[in-house]
C-alpha cells in the first residue's frame, strides 16, 4: 500500500524542477489522476509497481538535485560558478532521460495521458478549514458506566479474598478497552479506594516493562525491587499500601505466573488490584484471578454511535432532517465499534454538510454486507484516503517509524516533517504543520492529547489499529537502531545500512552507529539524524559537514561536548536539539546556519555573540528560554534578539541568575516580546522595578501589551518594590508570585495603573484569573480589596494559595469569591482571620490551614460542597464550628492545634467522610459521636490525651485502617472493636487504659495487628486462631505478657508471613 504516497513525491518533485526542467515532467504529470487511483488501492501488477518504483526514485532524484543546487547557493552566497552549472544540468539531463522511459512505458500499462492543471509550488495547507477543535474528554464517551460500575465492582469486591485481584478486559481492536481502564482508574482515584496507581504498556510480558518511565530489567528479582521502591516512596508512613497497577495491551503470558508471584510479594496485605486489556481471550483466561472473572465491553448501540458521529461531524451546528437519517444509516454500520465512530464523525466533519457527501460515505464499500464483520481497517483506511492532501498523508505515514503507543512530541514532529520537506519549503511551514496535525487530530487519528496551561497541544498518541495503517502505506527511507537490540539484529541493520545508505533519508540511533561504518561512508541524502539517548557516542565524524540535506540533527542525552567545525556548513539544517547535555561548546560560525528555525539547549551558554546569534532564527519555537541574560552586554545586544518581531512566540522564559541590577532593566526592557505572547516567566531579575512594556496599554485601546497573556510568573526579583497593573490583564488564568521580598503592599496599583474617573463604573479585576499563588512574599504587610465601589474581583478564581507570607496582615476575601474551589493558606503567621468573606464561596472544595495564629474559622456548614479540610498547627485555634450538616465532606484532617478543645456537633452528620485524622490536639477531651459512617475507610486518633472514649456506633462497614497511639485517658472505643468487621489493619499503641485483647474475637478481615506498650497483657488468647487473614503480628513492649496461644492455633493461622515480638522480658525468660 505504500504507492498511497506517490501523489506527494512526484507533486514535489514536479513543484521543484519546473524552473529548470523540461516537457517530460509535464508529461509525467500528465497522469496525474491515475495517479491518484493507484493510490486508493493496492496495486498487484509486478510491473506496474515497479514503474510506480522507479517513478518514485526519479522523483526523489529530482528533489535532491534541487536541493543541492539551493545548497550550493546558500553556501556560497556568490553567483554559482559554471563548473556547478553544467554539474547540476547533467543530473536534470540524466532525470529527464529517465522521465522520458517512463512515459514511454506507461502506455504498455493502461496510463493515458490527460490535459493537467497547472502546476504550482508545495502549496500552503489547503485543507479544509477547521474551527478551534476540542478534543474529547471523559464527559464525551458514551455507554461505559455500566462497565465501568462491572470493573470496578470485581476489583473492589472480589468473591474471593486475594492478595491480588486481576480483571481482564478483552474485546476487539477499536472497542474501547483502554478507554474503559481509564474511566476504571480514573474512578477508582476519586474514590481514593488505592494508595498508589500504576499505568503500564506490556505489548511482551517481562520484555518491555516500565514504571514511571524507569525500565525494568528483564532480572524478576531486580523488577520486583524496583516495583518495591516505588511503592516504598509512596507509603508516607504507613506500613502498607493497596495499589492499582493497569497493564494495557498485553499480548503474551508466558511468564505470568511468575509475574503475579512477584506482585503478591510486593504488598501481602490484599485489597490490591490489576487490570489487564488484551484483544486475546487466552490471554484474558490466563491471568484472570478466577472464572468468569474478565469483562468484555459490550457494544455500543446504535443511537450511541450517532450521537458520537453527530458530536464530531456537526460539532455546534444544528442537523438538517435530511441528514439525519443518512447519519443514522452511517451509525448503524459502525456495528456498536467506538473507534469506528469517532473516525467516520471525523472525516465527516471535514466533508460538505449535505446529503450527497454524506450517502457517499454511506454507500462507500469500506462497510461490506450487513451481515459480515465489520472491518475496522478499512474504515482507517477511508478516513486516510480522505485526507485532504497527499502532503498530509505523508505526514500520516511517517508516524510509522516510531513504536506503538508512543508519546508524540507536537513539536518535534512538526519539525520532522518540515525536515522530510512535507510541509513545503515556505515562511508558512510551521503553520502548516500545525493544520496538518489539527486535521489528523480531527479525523480521530490521533488521540489522548495532553494541553499545557495556555491550551496548547503538548503532546498525543496513536491507536495502535490507526498505527498499523500507518505502517501499511509508509515507505520511507529510514532505518531505526534501539539501544537494546540484540547482537543479531544489530549485524543485520548494519549490513542493510551500509546497502540502503545512498537512498537513507532519516537515521533514528541509540547506538553509536558511526563507529560500526567505514570511514568512507557517507549519507547522500539525509535529512534527519537523531541520536537522543546514544550515551556512548562521544562525539562526531568530520563528515558531517557533508550533509547537504541534513535539517535536523538531535544529539540530546548524547555524551557529544562538541559539534565538529563542518557542522557550520550545514546549510539546510532547521532544527538543532542540545538538550541534557552536560558540558557543550558551540562551534565558531553558529551565524553560517542561515536556514537555522529551531534551537534547543538548557543549560549551555550561548558563546560568540551570545543573544545577538538569535538573529539567525527566522522563528522561534512556541516556548523559548533564554538563560544566562547575565551574559548579556548592553541593551543593544539584546535587542537583537528582536522578541518583538516573533509573533509565532507562545512561550517565554527570562533567567537573570546571577546579573546585577545596573544593566537588568535596560535588558530587560529590550527584551519586549511580541503581544501574541500566552506564557512568561521571569526569574531572578534584579532591577528596581518591571520593564515599560509591562505596565503601559498600547494605543488609545486601554489594552495591554501582554493582553493574550494566559499564565505569569515572577519568581525571586528581589530588588522590585511594586507589581505591575496585573489586574486588568483580561486573559490570565494563572498568577505565580514567589519570593518577590520588597513588596510591602498589593492595592489599587495592583488591579490597575489608571485613577478611578467614573465612580459608578463597574470595574473587573483580573476576570479571567483560575488559579493566584502568592509564597516567600517576606516583606508583603496588606492585600486589599479595590477601593473603587463597584468592583469585581476575581469572579473566576479557583484556587488561591498563600505560603510563608509571614508579615500579612489581612486578605481581601470579600464575598465575590463565587468561584473558589481551593483555598491553602502556610506560615502567614501575622493573619489573625481569614475574613468574612470566605463563607461566600459555596463551591469550597478544599481547604489547607497550616501554621496560622488565627483563633477563629468560619461555621463550615456554610460550606455545602467542601469535601478536604486540613488544620495544621494552629496553635490559637480553640473551636472547630461545624453547626450543620457537612454531607460532603471526605477526608477531615486535625494535627498539632494544641488549644483546640472542641469540635462541632455537625461533624456527626458528615457520613460521607471516608479519612478522619486526630493528632496531638493535647486538649481534645471530646469529639462529636460518629454514628452509622458507612464510607469511613482510616481513622487515625494519635497523641490526643485528654481523650477518653472514641464514640463510634453502629457498623462502620467500611473501615479498613484503625490506628490509636498515645491517647493516655482512653478507655473505650465505641461498641468495642468487634464491631469492624472489615478491618485490615488495627495499631494500637501506648493508650494504658485500653483492653484492646478482649474485644478482638471475629475480625476475620484482619490481615496485621499491631499492639504495643500495652502493660496489662498477660497472655494472647486461643481465639487468636479465628483471625483468618492475618498475615503479621507484632507484639512490643508488653512488660506482664508471658504466653502465645498454643502451637496448633498458631499454625492455623495458614497465612501469617512475619511475626514480630519485641520488649516483653517475661516472655523472654521462658
Known amino acids: 500500500m505504500a504507492e498511497a504516497l506517490l501523489g506527494a513525491v512526484v507533486n514535489e518533485a514536479v513543484a521543484k524542477v519546473m524552473s529548470i526542467a523540461a516537457d517530460q515532467i509535464i508529461l509525467a504529470w500528465g497522469f496525474k489522476k491515475q495517479l491518484k487511483k493507484l493510490e486508493e488501492k493496492e496495486i498487484k501488477n509486478t510491473s506496474v509497481k515497479l514503474w510506480l518504483e522507479r517513478l518514485e526514485d526519479v522523483a526523489y532524484e529530482a528533489v535532491d538535485v534541487l536541493d543541492e543546487f539551493a545548497y550550493e547557493i546558500l553556501r556560497r552566497k556568490v553567483e554559482i560558478r559554471n563548473q556547478i552549472l553544467r554539474k547540476m544540468a547533467n543530473k536534470i539531463k540524466d532525470i529527464l532521460t529517465s522521465l522520458d522511459d517512463l512515459n514511454n512505458l506507461a502506455s504498455q500499462f493502461g496510463l493515458q495521458q490527460r490535459a493537467i492543471d497547472p502546476i504550482t509550488p508545495v502549496p500552503a495547507y489547503g485543507g479544509p478549514k477547521l474551527e478551534t477543535i476540542s478534543y474529547h474528554g471523559h464527559s464525551n464517551i458514551v455507554g461505559r458506566k455500566h462497565d465501568v460500575s462491572k470493573v470496578v465492582n470485581l476489583l473492589v469486591n472480589p468473591k474471593d479474598k486475594q492478595v491480588v485481584s486481576v480483571v481482564p478486559i478483552v474485546g476487539m481492536a477499536g472497542l474501547g478497552k483502554t478507554t474503559l481502564a481509564k474511566l476504571v482508574h480514573d474512578d477508582l482515584n476519586a474514590k481514593t479506594l488505592f494508595d498508589?496507581?500504576?499505568?503500564?504498556?506490556?505489548?511482551?510480558?517481562?520484555?518491555?516493562?516500565?514504571?514511571?518511565?524507569?525500565?525494568?530489567?528483564?532480572?524478576?528479582?531486580?523488577?520486583?525491587?524496583?516495583?518495591?521502591?516505588?511503592?516504598?516512596?509512596?507509603?508516607?508512613?504507613?506500613?502498607?499500601?493497596?495499589?492499582?497497577?493497569?497493564?494495557?495491551?498485553?499480548?503474551?503470558?508466558?511468564?505470568?505466573?511468575?509475574?503475579?508471584?512477584?506482585l503478591e510479594g510486593i504488598s501481602t496485605n490484599g485489597g490490591n488490584g490489576v487490570i489487564v486489556t488484551t484483544r486475546k481471550e487466552d490471554v484474558a483466561s490466563t491471568v484472570q484471578a478466577r472464572s468468569n472473572q474478565w469483562h468484555q465491553p459490550e457494544k455500543l448501540e446504535d443511537e450511541?454511535?450517532?450521537?458520537?458521529?453527530?458530536?464530531?461531524?456537526?460539532?455546534?451546528?444544528?442537523?438538517?432532517?435530511?441528514?439525519?437519517?443518512?447519519?443514522?444509516?452511517?451509525?448503524?454500520?459502525?456495528?456498536?465499534?467506538?473507534?469506528?465512530?469517532?473516525?467516520?464523525?471525523?472525516?465527516?466533519?471535514?466533508?460538505?454538510?449535505?446529503?450527497?457527501?454524506?450517502?457517499?460515505?454511506?454507500?462507500?464499500?469500506?462497510?461490506?454486507?450487513?451481515?459480515?464483520?465489520?472491518?475496522?481497517?478499512?474504515?482507517?483506511?477511508?478516513s486516510f484516503d480522505r485526507l485532504s492532501s497527499p502532503y498530509l498523508k505523508k505526514c500520516f505515514a511517517y508516524c510509522a517509524m516510531f513504536p506503538k503507543d508512543y508519546c508524540f512530541k507536537k513539536e518535534d514532529l512538526i519539525q520532522l516533517w518540515m525536515a522530510e520537506g512535507f510541509l513545503g519549503s515556505s515562511m508558512a511551514m510551521v503553520d502548516n504543520g500545525n493544520k496538518y496535525l489539527n486535521e489528523l487530530l480531527s479525523n480521530s487519528l490521533f488521540q489522548n492529547?495532553?494541553?499545557?496551561?495556555?491550551?496548547?497541544?503538548?503532546?498525543?498518541?496513536?491507536?495502535?489499529?490507526?498505527?498499523?495503517?500507518?505502517?501499511?502505506?509508509?515507505?520511507?527511507?529510514?532505518?531505526?537502531?534501539?539501544?537494546?537490540?540484540?547482537?543479531?539484529?544489530?549485524?543485520?541493520?548494519?549490513?542493510?545500512?551500509?546497502?540502503?545508505?545512498?537512498?537513507?533519508?532519516?537515521?533514528?540511533s541509540e547506538i553509536n552507529?558511526?563507529?560500526?561504518?567505514?570511514?568512507?561512508?557517507?549519507?547522500?541524502?539525509?535529512?534527519?539524524?537523531?541520536?537522543?539517548?546514544?550515551?556512548?557516542?562521544?562525539?562526531?565524524?568530520?563528515?558531517?559537514?557533508?550533509?547537504?540535506?541534513?535539517?535536523?540533527?538531535?544529539?540530546?542525552?548524547?555524551?557529544?561536548?562538541?559539534l565538529p567545525k563542518s557542522?557550520?556548513?550545514?546549510?539546510?539544517?532547521?532544527?538543532?536539539?542540545?538538550?541534557?547535555?552536560?558540558?557543550?561548546?558551540?562551534?565558531?560560525?553558529?551565524?553560517?546556519?542561515?536556514?537555522?528555525?529551531?534551537?534547543?539547549?538548557?543549560?549551555?551558554?550561548?558563546?560568540?555573540?551570545?543573544?545577538?546569534?538569535?538573529?539567525?532564527?527566522?522563528?522561534?519555537?512556541?516556548?523559548?528560554?533564554?538563560?544566562?541574560?547575565?551574559?548579556?552586554?548592553?541593551?543593544?545586544?539584546?535587542?537583537g534578539a528582536n522578541l518583538h518581531l516573533k509573533e509565532k512566540l507562545c512561550e517565554l522564559k527570562f533567567d537573570f541568575i546571577g546579573s546585577y541590577s545596573d544593566k537588568s532593566e535596560d535588558v530587560m526592557e529590550s527584551l519586549q516580546p511580541h503581544s501574541n505572547l500566552q506564557s512568561l516567566t521571569v526569574s531572578c531579575y534584579k532591577g528596581n522595578s518591571f520593564p515599560s512594556w509591562m505596565l503601559r496599554p498600547v494605543g488609545d485601546c486601554g489594552l495591554f501589551l501582554l493582553n493574550n497573556l494566559m499564565e505569569l510568573s515572577l519568581f525571586y526579583c528581589d530588588n522590585c518594590e511594586s507589581l505591575p497593573p496585573l489586574g486588568q490583564l483580561q486573559n490570565l488564568q494563572f498568577l505565580n508570585l514567589k519570593d518577590l521580598r520588597k513588596v510591602k503592599g498589593m492595592g489599587n496599583e495592583f488591579y490597575c495603573n489608571q485613577g478611578i474617573d467614573d465612580m459608578n463604573k463597574v470595574i473587573k479585576v483580573f476576570p479571567a484569573?483560575?488559579?493566584?499563588?502568592?509564597?516567600?512574599?517576606?516583606?508583603?504587610?496588606?492585600?486589599?480589596?479595590?477601593?473603587?465601589?463597584?468592583?469585581?474581583?476575581?469572579?473566576?478564581?479557583?484556587?488561591?494559595?498563600?505560603?510563608?507570607?509571614?508579615?500579612?496582615?489581612?486578605?481581601?476575601?470579600?464575598?465575590?469569591?463565587?468561584?473558589?474551589?481551593?483555598?491553602?493558606?502556610?506560615?502567614?503567621?501575622?493573619?489573625?482571620?481569614?475574613?468574612?468573606?470566605?463563607?461566600?464561596?459555596?463551591?469550597?472544595?478544599?481547604?489547607?490551614l497550616t501554621h496560622l495564629n488565627i483563633n477563629s474559622i468560619p461555621d463550615l456548614k456554610v460550606f455545602?460542597?467542601?469535601?478536604?479540610?486540613?488544620?495544621?498547627?494552629?496553635?490559637?485555634?480553640?473551636?472547630?464550628?461545624?453547626?450543620?450538616?457537612?454531607?460532603?465532606?471526605?477526608?477531615?484532617?486535625?494535627?498539632?492545634?494544641?488549644?483546640?478543645?472542641?469540635?462541632?456537633?455537625?461533624?456527626?452528620?458528615?457520613?460521607?467522610?471516608?479519612?478522619?485524622?486526630?493528632?496531638?490536639?493535647?486538649?481534645?477531651?471530646?469529639?462529636?459521636?460518629?454514628?452509622?459512617?458507612?464510607?469511613?475507610?482510616?481513622?487515625?486518633?494519635?497523641?490526643?490525651?485528654?481523650?477518653?472514649?472514641?464514640?463510634?456506633?453502629?457498623?462502620?462497614?467500611?473501615?479498613?485502617?484503625?490506628?490509636?497511639f498515645k491517647c493516655k485517658k482512653l478507655s473505650k472505643i465505641g461498641d468495642g472493636l468487634s464491631t469492624f468487621t472489615y478491618l485490615k489493619d488495627l495499631d494500637l499503641h501506648n493508650c494504658p487504659n485500653l483492653k484492646p485483647i478482649t474485644s478482638l474475637d471475629g475480625l476475620s478481615s484482619l490481615t496485621e495487628l499491631k499492639l504495643d506498650n500495652f502493660q496489662g497483657i498477660e497472655a494472647l488468647p486461643e481465639w487468636l486462631g479465628n483471625l483468618s487473614s492475618l498475615r503479621r503480628l507484632h507484639i512490643g513492649s508488653c512488660s506482664k505478657l508471658m504466653y502465645l496461644p498454643s502451637v496448633d492455633v498458631m499454625r492455623s493461622l495458614s497465612r501469617l508471613q512475619e511475626i514480630s515480638i519485641a520488649y516483653c522480658p517475661q516472655l523472654e525468660t521462658r
Request: hydrophobic share 40%; net charge neutral.
Open 513 to 562: 552507529v558511526f563507529k560500526k561504518l567505514s570511514k568512507s561512508f557517507k549519507f547522500k541524502r539525509l535529512r534527519v539524524l537523531k541520536l537522543v539517548g546514544a550515551y556512548y557516542i562521544f562525539e562526531l565524524p568530520d563528515s558531517l559537514g557533508e550533509l547537504k540535506h541534513l535539517r535536523y540533527l538531535d544529539i540530546s542525552r548524547t555524551s557529544i561536548k562538541a
Open 304 to 382: 450511541e454511535c450517532w450521537s458520537i458521529i453527530k458530536e464530531r461531524a456537526l460539532r455546534d451546528s444544528p442537523i438538517s432532517h435530511e441528514l439525519e437519517p443518512i447519519g443514522k444509516e452511517i451509525a448503524k454500520q459502525c456495528q456498536g465499534v467506538p473507534l469506528v465512530a469517532n473516525v467516520i464523525g471525523g472525516l465527516m466533519s471535514n466533508i460538505e454538510l449535505s446529503p450527497r457527501a454524506w450517502l457517499e460515505i454511506q454507500r462507500s464499500g469500506v462497510w461490506g454486507s450487513p451481515e459480515s464483520v465489520l472491518k475496522v481497517e478499512r474504515v482507517l483506511k477511508l
Open 449 to 508: 492529547v495532553t494541553r499545557d496551561t495556555c491550551g496548547n497541544i503538548l503532546t498525543f498518541k496513536m491507536h495502535d489499529s490507526v498505527h498499523d495503517l500507518s505502517l501499511s502505506v509508509s515507505k520511507f527511507d529510514a532505518l531505526i537502531f534501539r539501544e537494546n537490540s540484540t547482537p543479531i539484529t544489530n549485524e543485520c541493520s548494519q549490513i542493510m545500512l551500509t546497502i540502503v545508505a545512498p537512498k537513507l533519508y532519516s537515521l533514528f
Open 196 to 262: 498508589v496507581k500504576f499505568w503500564r504498556i506490556l505489548k511482551e510480558m517481562l520484555e518491555h516493562f516500565t514504571i514511571d518511565q524507569i525500565s525494568i530489567p528483564q532480572n524478576k528479582n531486580a523488577m520486583v525491587e524496583k516495583l518495591k521502591q516505588k511503592i516504598e516512596g509512596a507509603k508516607g508512613g504507613k506500613d502498607q499500601i493497596k495499589y492499582l497497577l493497569v497493564l494495557d495491551t498485553v499480548w503474551d503470558v508466558t511468564e505470568w505466573e511468575d509475574l503475579k508471584f512477584c
Open 567 to 639: 557542522s557550520t556548513k550545514l546549510c539546510h539544517l532547521q532544527t538543532l536539539r542540545l538538550l541534557g547535555l552536560v558540558t557543550f561548546t558551540f562551534p565558531d560560525g553558529l551565524e553560517n546556519l542561515m536556514s537555522l528555525k529551531h534551537l534547543y539547549f538548557d543549560s549551555q551558554e550561548l558563546q560568540s555573540d551570545n543573544i545577538g546569534n538569535l538573529t539567525c532564527l527566522q522563528t522561534l519555537p512556541v516556548f523559548y528560554e533564554i538563560r544566562h541574560l547575565r551574559c548579556v552586554r548592553n541593551k543593544q545586544e539584546a535587542n
Open 864 to 964: 455545602s460542597s467542601l469535601q478536604n479540610l486540613s488544620i495544621q498547627s494552629c496553635n490559637e485555634l480553640e473551636v472547630i464550628p461545624i453547626t450543620g450538616k457537612c454531607s460532603s465532606l471526605e477526608s477531615l484532617g486535625i494535627l498539632f492545634c494544641k488549644k483546640l478543645s472542641k469540635i462541632g456537633d455537625g461533624l456527626s452528620t458528615s457520613t460521607s467522610l471516608k479519612i478522619l485524622d486526630l493528632r496531638y490536639c493535647l486538649n481534645l477531651s471530646l469529639i462529636p459521636k460518629l454514628e452509622g459512617f458507612s464510607s469511613l475507610q482510616y481513622l487515625s486518633i494519635q497523641g490526643c490525651n485528654e481523650l477518653e472514649v472514641l464514640p463510634i456506633t453502629g457498623r462502620c462497614s467500611s473501615l479498613e485502617n484503625l490506628c490509636i
Open 769 to 848: 484569573l483560575k488559579k493566584f499563588t502568592l509564597s516567600g512574599m517576606e516583606g508583603l504587610e496588606e492585600w486589599t480589596a479595590m477601593s473603587a465601589t463597584k468592583t469585581i474581583m476575581f469572579p473566576c478564581l479557583e484556587e488561591l494559595n498563600m505560603w510563608d507570607c509571614p508579615l500579612l496582615k489581612s486578605v481581601p476575601l470579600t464575598g465575590q469569591y463565587l468561584s473558589l474551589e481551593s483555598l491553602g493558606i502556610s506560615g502567614c503567621r501575622t493573619l489573625s482571620k481569614i475574613g468574612d468573606g470566605l463563607s461566600t464561596p459555596t463551591c469550597l472544595k478544599e481547604l489547607d
